[in-house]
């Protein structure tokens, strides 16, 4: 029997998409993963994390905090993604998740000079994801669903820089053999991206953007959507050799 993967929850969804599930089953529905094949630790509540060897690949959430806050449960979370990318554990972050990997293995977060980014996005990658076990199979540019206002201002030292946006530099990066971290939101159907702009219009407005417009925009994300199922085999293929 092939061991689970560990979702890490690191937050949970706007209180008006609650009815939709927590992070974790977005992202467990999202990587074709079922309901005995994941195991939750919610480490924002305080959940105890588990030792890395027991799980076939690790995924970490998003959330509305703030890595820069550097909070306890954070920093505890940071010091074992640390050790699990140190030993070749295969790794994925989304969006608070990328970022608090990023911090984790010595690179540099903070808000974001462009401002927030939201809605559906194009991303453009750089020449090396063509090399990449996650990234080969996508074209150089496809949509993907985006919302926060921090970002990853500098990778860790010897991180591949994958893609970026026109309001990101660092949409992707990848360290090591099996660590990965995605601002994108590849867990994300339309009806998450659309609510979260719909609760965030009026900072949209703040900022000189049109949240009307960015809901307009908002459509289907297949390609980045792939991602997690990806990272799935990939984790199981590691985990075989």
Request: with cysteine; aromatic share 8%.
């Amino acid at each position: 029997m092939n061991p689970p993967f560990l979702i890490v929850e690191t937050g949970q969804p706007l209180r008006s998409l609650k009815r939709h599930g927590g992070f974790s089953h977005w992202i467990r529905v999202a990587a074709g993963l079922e309901a005995d094949e994941a195991v939750v630790a919610n480490v924002e509540r305080g959940d105890a994390l588990p030792a890395h060897g027991d799980f076939a690949g690790i995924i970490v959430s998003g959330s509305s905090a703030m890595v820069t806050d550097r909070a306890d449960w954070s920093e505890r979370a940071a010091g074992w993604l640390r050790q699990a990318a140190h030993e070749g554990q295969p790794l994925l972050g989304i969006c608070y998740g990328h970022q608090l990997l990023a911090h984790a293995l010595g690179g540099e977060v903070a808000y974001n000079p462009a401002g927030r980014e939201s809605g559906t996005v194009r991303i453009d990658l750089h020449p090396p994801a063509a090399q990449d076990p996650l990234f080969a199979h996508l074209p150089e540019g496809f949509m993907a669903h985006t919302s926060h206002v921090q970002t990853v201002l500098r990778a860790p030292e010897g991180a591949t820089v994958l893609a970026r946006s026109q309001r990101d530099g660092c949409q992707a990066f990848r360290w090591g053999e099996r660590a990965w971290g995605v601002q994108f939101h590849p867990e994300f159907a339309t009806h998450h991206m659309r609510g979260y702009v719909v609760a965030r219009a009026e900072h949209l407005r703040s900022t000189g953007q049109c949240p009307v417009r960015i809901h307009r925009e908002v459509t289907a994300a297949p390609q980045a959507r792939t991602l997690l199922r990806r990272f799935v085999r990939h984790a199981r293929q590691a985990r075989a050799r």
